[in-house]
Nanobody, 124 residues
Framework: QVQLVESGGGLVQPGGSLRLSCAAS????????MGWFRQAPGKEREFVAT????????SYADSVKGRFTISRDNARNTVYLQMNSLKPEDTAVYYC?????????????????WGQGTQVTVSS
């Protein structure tokens, strides 16, 4: 089992920044690729970003490319999502997730472990 706890959400004005953190426990963190997803009210959960086990490979949704950066610190068992130039359409609950060891991808269905989510609201 892998336990994931997100933090760092909040209310921010358009154009502002937030950094989300996701602390993992329970298994060897570096065995897992990690992903960030989000879900807005009335919409399906969507992919935001993913990072390989070593951190050397990253992938982003087109809607956040150039504005968001995913990173990880395997010594701290933590994955981050730096969000810059935030827009109202980024408003959602953000989740971190881990797929089975050896898996990597953008599809929510392949992810086994999920955090409880953290709310991000972008509004003036």
């Amino acid at each position: 089992q892998v336990q994931l706890v997100e933090s760092g959400g909040g209310l921010v004005q358009p154009g502002g920044s937030l950094r989300l953190s996701c602390a993992a426990s329970g298994r060897t963190f570096s065995d897992y690729a990690m992903g960030w997803f989000r879900q807005a009210p009335g919409k399906e959960r969507e992919f935001v970003a993913t990072i390989t086990r070593s951190g050397g490979g990253k992938s982003y949704a087109d809607s956040v490319k150039g504005r968001f950066t995913i990173s990880r610190d395997n010594a701290r068992n933590t994955v981050y999502l730096q969000m810059n130039s935030l827009k109202p359409e980024d408003t959602a609950v953000y989740y971190c997730a881990a797929p089975p060891p050896g898996s990597y991808g953008r599809t929510p269905d392949i992810y086994d472990y999920w955090g409880q989510g953290t709310q991000v609201t972008v509004s003036s």
